[in-house]
């Protein structure tokens, strides 16, 4: 383990907790806006282990987005302790280990909806051939292989948002963080594209965090965790 100017990210694989994908300990976010004090994260607690389906339920700027970010080592923790045991270290979460599905548009305009979903898969230097063959099959799972070829300003919202879950799940990674990923699509569009989510990974042991306001959407999954201020509060089932 390695001490940075932005708190303790592991630099092993060597599990601390047999069986936990990962591992937070009171991990903090916090950063100057002008000259205010912003506690983005405030001792966040938590674990996460395979197969999991969380809930990360709170209000619009509540810090779950933050939150998401330092789970997924998109960002460091400026206090606290923050491993992946069985993932190893922070440069080697993504794409296969750790992915991500955003509220906002993430598709690059000039790719086609296949390259698109193909391109994390190249960016492991994986052929592509074989990166092809799994973005189709990703794109079928979810039933969208039929617009493979177009572009993203072809798309509606809702499609847009499965082409997302797609090139996540093409990766095939053990933990998925959603952050808000059905914020702007109208009920049945966001209905539809959370049961696509799910039914594609039944009876796998991927685990799945979503970030939500939407208590119908939380009371989906097994356990809920509720942030309020920066503040985490983990069922203590988990």
Wanted: proline share 5%; net charge negative.
């Amino acid at each position: 383990m390695t001490e940075s100017p932005l708190g303790v990210i592991s630099s092993s694989s060597v599990p601390l907790a047999e069986g936990w994908l990962l591992e937070a300990q009171s991990i903090a976010c916090e950063y100057f806006s002008g000259n205010t004090r912003v506690v983005a994260v405030d001792s966040a607690t938590c674990k996460i282990k395979a197969g999991d389906r969380i809930a990360l339920v709170g209000p619009s700027g509540s810090g779950k987005s933050t939150l998401l970010q330092l789970l997924g080592g998109l960002e460091a923790p400026t206090s606290g302790i923050l491993t992946w045991p069985l993932l190893g270290d922070r440069t080697n979460l993504r794409p296969m280990n750790i992915g991500f599905i955003f509220q906002t548009q993430s598709l690059l305009p000039p790719l086609s909806v296949v390259e698109n979903v193909e391109l994390p898969l190249l960016l492991t230097d994986m052929n592509r051939k074989q990166a092809r063959e799994m973005a189709l099959e990703a794109l079928s799972r979810i039933r969208l292989e039929h617009l493979a070829n177009k572009l993203p300003e072809e798309l509606s919202g809702g499609q847009s948002q499965r082409v997302a879950v797609a090139r996540v799940i093409a990766c095939r990674p053990k933990l998925i963080l959603a952050d808000e990923p059905t914020g702007q699509l109208d009920y049945a569009t966001a209905d539809h594209l959370f049961n696509v989510l799910l039914s594609t990974l039944d009876y796998s042991d991927t685990a799945l965090i979503v970030a939500t306001h939407d208590i119908k959407i939380a009371q989906r999954l097994d356990t809920q965790w509720f942030m309020k201020q920066g503040r985490l509060e983990v069922d203590t089932s988990c």
